[in-house]
Nanobody, 114 residues
Framework: QVQLVESGGGLVQPGGSLRLSCAAS????????MGWYRQAPGKRRELVAA???????SYNGSVKGRFTIHRDNAKNTVYLQMNSLKPEDTAVYYC????????WGQGTQVTVSS
């Protein structure tokens, strides 16, 4: 059974930083495609950053240079380091894994506001 548990969201001022964590079980983050998505109110869910099946990384153009996806294989956890946060980054952030099917975490709220 695949389970993904996100943590690390919260309220931060513009220009601040947060690190999101996605602890996985039932799937190996070292071999399965993993990614972070977000959904703002009234908008569609969109890709933020991901490890592809080829092992490379992919980023939404709006976060390039500010966000970094990385993983700790020993902890079976994927992280999203978010720097220089902007109000438009406010959304619920979801972790996704692909292992024969798509699996999603429950989401963690990120609010960027002064």
């Amino acid at each position: 059974q695949v389970q993904l548990v996100e943590s690390g969201g919260g309220l931060v001022q513009p220009g601040g930083s947060l690190r999101l964590s996605c602890a996985a079980s039932g799937v190996s983050v070292s071999v399965s495609p993993m990614g972070w998505y977000r959904q703002a109110p009234g908008k569609r869910r969109e890709l933020v950053a991901a490890f592809t099946s080829a092992g490379s990384t992919s980023y939404n153009g709006s976060v390039k240079g500010r966000f970094t996806i990385h993983r700790d294989n020993a902890k079976n956890t994927v992280y999203l380091q978010m720097n220089s946060l902007k109000p438009e980054d406010t959304a619920v952030y979801y972790c996704k894994a692909f292992f024969r099917a798509d699996y999603w975490g429950q989401g963690t709220q990120v609010t960027v506001s002064s």
